[in-house]
């Protein structure tokens, strides 16, 4: 009984994986093969991983902070800017944040790690006594990633971003 039970998830798994590995820059839910970018995501690099799915993308975090989705996740929070400003309590904080990919696009994905990431911060200002997430910037691999874009890469079933920034006044 254990042992099906085991074997059950497993399949599962695999089944999930067979089905996400396909179409990785259209959405979950679209029949044609136009991109689910809509501008937020591009493509930067392709799979480079032997044993697995490793994409990298380059995303728009100008267009994630003005969304809808962002408006309701960070909420009034402390204010997540990616220009300099305010007095720095905290300097050069990261965060490494993750989103499930399964059953989402790789944007979708990569959305909602930023958010993640965004929203984390704006916990540590919180309890920091800080208003501003400020100088917000993408560092995966230590590449400093300016200009309000970042990077994410996306596996077979998550998305991760790397993200620094500073907590001020």
Same mark, same amino acid.
């Given at each position: ?8 998830? !497993? ?11 396909? /179409? ?24 480079? *991983?032997?044993?697995?799915? /490793? ?6 975090? *100008?267009?994630?902070? /003005?969304?809808?989705?962002?408006? *309701? ?41 930023? !958010? ?19 100088? !917000? ?5 230590? /590449? ?26």
């Amino acid at each position: 009984m254990k042992n099906q039970f085991i074997i059950s998830i !497993l399949a599962a798994c695999v089944l999930a994986a067979c089905q996400s590995s396909g /179409n990785s820059a259209t959405t979950s839910n679209s029949t044609s093969s136009q991109p689910a970018s809509q501008g937020i995501c591009q493509q930067v690099r392709g799979d480079s *991983s032997s044993g697995g799915r /490793n994409v990298l993308y380059r995303c728009s975090g *100008s267009a994630v902070l /003005n969304s809808a989705e962002a408006q *309701s996740i960070l909420g009034s929070g402390a204010r997540v800017s990616f220009a300099n400003e305010g007095s720095v309590i905290k300097a050069n904080l990261t965060t490494r944040q993750a989103a499930n990919r399964v059953g989402h696009s790789d944007e979708q994905t990569c959305v909602r790690a930023f !958010l993640n990431a965004a929203k984390k911060f704006q916990e540590t200002a919180a309890k920091n006594g800080g208003h501003r997430v400020t100088h !917000l910037h993408s560092y995966l691999n230590k /590449n400093a990633l300016s200009g309000g874009q970042y990077e994410c890469e996306v596996g077979t079933f998550h998305g991760r971003v790397l993200m620094r920034a500073n907590i001020a006044r």
